[in-house]
C-alpha cells in the first residue's frame, strides 16, 4: 500500500513552523514577515491541490516502465533500501541541478527560489508543474527494477529531509557539513548573490556538489530570492511569469534556432540581438529594499479567515481525495485557488480584488449547493460564505482607502 508520507507530515511542518515563529518573535530575529509567509504557505497548498491530479498518472508510467521493462528483480532487502536511498539522492542531484540550467525547467523550479525571507514556510513554497516533469530524472530506477512502492516511500523521505534545512536558527553543524545537506548549505543555494547561485544542488547527502563541482560553503551574508524580485504575492503568477518572459523572448527573436535556444539555454542567456548572457550583477545594498507592499490594515484579519478557510479545502482535498467524485474535487480546488490569488491580491491592495472577491464568495456558494457535496458540508460553507460577504461588505462600506495603511 501507498502511504503518502508527506501528507500525514503537514501537522509537523506547522507545528515546527510555530516553532520557529515563537523563537524568532522571542529573539526578534525577524525571520517571518506575514505577507511572505502566506504567499509560501499558498504555493504549497496549490502544489498539494493541483498535484491530487497528476500523482496517479505519475506514478504509473514509473509503475509501467517497471512492470513490463525492469532488467533486474531487486529484493527488498536493508541493502537495496540504502542502495535505492544513494540512487534516489544521486537522481535529485541532477534533477536539481538541471532544474537551475535550464531555462524551460527553471520556469518551475523559480517559485521556490522567490521568497526573499528564508524560514521553514519558504520549504513548503513549492512549484505546482515541476513533478511534472521531475519523474522523467528518476525512471533508470524504474529500468533497473527498483519497486514503485519503494521508490516512493524512499523519494518521499527525501523531500521530508529537506524541510528542515530551510531555517537561520542553525548556524553550523561541525563534521557533519562534510556529509549532508545542512541549514547553511542549503541558505547558499537560496542566495541571490553571483557566488552563491546555482551551488549546494543536493537533497540529502552533501556529497554530490563535492564531486560534480557545485558545491559552495557559507561565507558572506546571504541575500534570498532571485536577481528579477517577483514583486507579487500571486501565487498563479509566480508560476507563470518566467514562462512569460521566457514566451516574450522568443517572439523577439526572428531566428528558430534562437527561439529554442531561449528554452534550453541556461537562466541569464539571451541571442546576441538580445544582449548575449547577462551576468548577474552584486546586489546594491543602497538600493536594496524587499518587496513589502502596504495594505489597509482592517483587511488583515479578513484575509487571515480566508486564507485559513483555503488551508482547510485544501488539506480536505488532500486527504479524502479517492472519496470525493471528480466535479466535486475538480471544482473545489479551483475554489481553493481562487481563494489564494484573492488572499495575494489583498496583501498587496489590488484595486480588482473587491469584484473578484465577491464573485469567488457567491461562486463558492453556488459550487457547493449545486454539486454533490453532504449536506453537512454544504450547511457549513454556505454559513462561512454568507458571513463572509457580510464582513466583506462591511469592510468596504468603511472606505478602507481612505484609512491609514500599514507594512507587515
Same mark, same amino acid.
Given at each position: 500500500?501507498?502511504?503518502?508520507?508527506?501528507?500525514?507530515?503537514?501537522?509537523?511542518?506547522?507545528?515546527?513552523?510555530?516553532?520557529?515563529?515563537?523563537?524568532?518573535?522571542?529573539?526578534?530575529?525577524?525571520?517571518?514577515?506575514?505577507?511572505?509567509?502566506?504567499?509560501?504557505?499558498?504555493?504549497?497548498?496549490?502544489?498539494?491541490?493541483?498535484?491530487? %491530479?497528476?500523482?496517479?498518472?505519475?506514478?504509473?508510467?514509473?509503475?509501467?516502465? /517497471? =512492470?513490463?521493462?525492469? #532488467? &533486474?528483480? *531487486?529484493?527488498?532487502?536493508?541493502?537495496?533500501?540504502?542502495?535505492?536511498?544513494?540512487?534516489?539522492?544521486?537522481?535529485?542531484?541532477?534533477?536539481?541541478?538541471?532544474?537551475?540550467?535550464?531555462?524551460?525547467?527553471?520556469?518551475?523550479?523559480?517559485?521556490?527560489?522567490?521568497?526573499?525571507?528564508?524560514?521553514?514556510?519558504?520549504?513548503?513554497?513549492?512549484?505546482?508543474?515541476?513533478?511534472? %516533469?521531475?519523474?522523467?530524472?528518476?525512471?533508470?530506477?524504474?529500468?533497473?527494477? /527498483? =519497486?514503485?512502492?519503494? #521508490? &516512493?516511500? *524512499?523519494?518521499?523521505?527525501?523531500?521530508?529531509?529537506?524541510?528542515?534545512?530551510?531555517?537561520?536558527?542553525?548556524?553550523?553543524?561541525?563534521?557533519?557539513?562534510?556529509?549532508?545537506?545542512?541549514?547553511?548549505?542549503?541558505?547558499?543555494?537560496?542566495?541571490?548573490?553571483?557566488?552563491?547561485?546555482?551551488?549546494?544542488?543536493?537533497?540529502?547527502?552533501?556529497?554530490?556538489?563535492?564531486?560534480?563541482?557545485?558545491?559552495?560553503?557559507?561565507?558572506?551574508?546571504?541575500?534570498?530570492?532571485?536577481?528579477?524580485?517577483?514583486?507579487?504575492?500571486?501565487?498563479?503568477?509566480?508560476?507563470?511569469?518566467?514562462?512569460?518572459?521566457?514566451?516574450?523572448?522568443?517572439?523577439?527573436?526572428?531566428?528558430?534556432?534562437?527561439?529554442?535556444?531561449?528554452?534550453?539555454?541556461?537562466?541569464?542567456?539571451?541571442?546576441?540581438?538580445?544582449?548575449?548572457?547577462?551576468?548577474?550583477?552584486?546586489?546594491?545594498?543602497?538600493?536594496?529594499?524587499?518587496?513589502?507592499?502596504?495594505?489597509?490594515?482592517?483587511?488583515?484579519?479578513?484575509?487571515?479567515?480566508?486564507?485559513?478557510?483555503?488551508?482547510?479545502?485544501?488539506?480536505?482535498?488532500?486527504?479524502?481525495?479517492?472519496?470525493?467524485?471528480?466535479?466535486?474535487?475538480?471544482?473545489?480546488?479551483?475554489?481553493?485557488?481562487?481563494?489564494?490569488?484573492?488572499?495575494?491580491?489583498?496583501?498587496?491592495?489590488?484595486?480588482?480584488?473587491?469584484?473578484?472577491?465577491?464573485?469567488?464568495?457567491?461562486?463558492?456558494?453556488?459550487?457547493?449547493?449545486?454539486?454533490?457535496?453532504?449536506?453537512?458540508?454544504?450547511?457549513?460553507?454556505?454559513?462561512?460564505?454568507?458571513?463572509?460577504?457580510?464582513?466583506?461588505?462591511?469592510?468596504?462600506?468603511?472606505?478602507?482607502?481612505?484609512?491609514?495603511?500599514?507594512?507587515?
Amino acid at each position: 500500500m501507498n502511504v503518502d508520507y508527506i501528507a500525514l507530515s503537514v501537522p509537523f511542518f506547522f507545528i515546527l513552523i510555530g516553532a520557529e515563529l515563537a523563537w524568532s518573535f522571542y529573539k526578534k530575529l525577524n525571520y517571518y514577515r506575514l505577507n511572505d509567509s502566506l504567499s509560501n504557505l499558498s504555493q504549497g497548498i496549490g502544489q498539494q491541490v493541483t498535484g491530487v %491530479f497528476m500523482k496517479t498518472a505519475l506514478f504509473f508510467g514509473y509503475k509501467y516502465i /517497471f =512492470d513490463h521493462w525492469r #532488467f &533486474l528483480d *531487486i529484493p527488498g532487502s536493508i541493502w537495496m533500501w540504502i542502495l535505492l536511498f544513494i540512487s534516489v539522492d544521486f537522481f535529485y542531484y541532477w534533477f536539481h541541478r538541471m532544474s537551475h540550467e535550464v531555462n524551460a525547467l527553471w520556469a518551475a523550479h523559480i517559485v521556490h527560489h522567490q521568497s526573499e525571507e528564508y524560514n521553514l514556510t519558504v520549504a513548503l513554497r513549492q512549484s505546482w508543474f515541476q513533478s511534472w %516533469f521531475s519523474w522523467v530524472f528518476y525512471l533508470p530506477l524504474a529500468f533497473i527494477g /527498483f =519497486d514503485p512502492i519503494m #521508490f &516512493l516511500t *524512499i523519494s518521499a523521505f527525501n523531500t521530508l529531509y529537506q524541510f528542515w534545512i530551510h531555517t537561520r536558527t542553525i548556524k553550523s553543524m561541525g563534521f557533519l557539513e562534510h556529509l549532508i545537506n545542512t541549514p547553511s548549505h542549503h541558505r547558499v543555494h537560496h542566495g541571490s548573490n553571483p557566488k552563491y547561485i546555482d551551488k549546494n544542488h543536493a537533497g540529502t547527502l552533501i556529497i554530490w556538489d563535492k564531486m560534480f563541482g557545485t558545491f559552495q560553503k557559507e561565507e558572506e551574508e546571504v541575500y534570498y530570492g532571485i536577481t528579477t524580485p517577483l514583486g507579487s504575492w500571486n501565487p498563479l503568477w509566480a508560476n507563470l511569469h518566467y514562462w512569460n518572459e521566457l514566451i516574450h523572448t522568443a517572439r523577439k527573436s526572428p531566428r528558430l534556432k534562437d527561439k529554442i535556444s531561449i528554452f534550453i539555454k541556461p537562466p541569464g542567456w539571451f541571442p546576441d540581438h538580445l544582449g548575449g548572457f547577462k551576468t548577474p550583477q552584486e546586489t546594491d545594498l543602497s538600493q536594496y529594499a524587499k518587496y513589502n507592499p502596504e495594505y489597509h490594515h482592517k483587511l488583515a484579519g479578513y484575509t487571515l479567515v480566508q486564507f485559513t478557510a483555503g488551508l482547510v479545502a485544501g488539506t480536505a482535498i488532500l486527504f479524502l481525495n479517492t472519496t470525493i467524485p471528480i466535479w466535486p474535487l475538480s471544482t473545489g480546488a479551483v475554489f481553493v485557488i481562487l481563494t489564494l490569488i484573492t488572499c495575494g491580491a489583498m496583501l498587496e491592495g489590488k484595486k480588482w480584488q473587491v469584484i473578484f472577491e465577491y464573485i469567488r464568495l457567491l461562486t463558492g456558494i453556488l459550487i457547493v449547493l449545486l454539486l454533490e457535496f453532504p449536506v453537512g458540508y454544504q450547511v457549513i460553507v454556505s454559513t462561512l460564505h454568507v458571513i463572509s460577504l457580510v464582513w466583506f461588505y462591511h469592510l468596504q462600506k468603511t472606505n478602507p482607502d481612505a484609512e491609514e495603511t500599514f507594512e507587515v
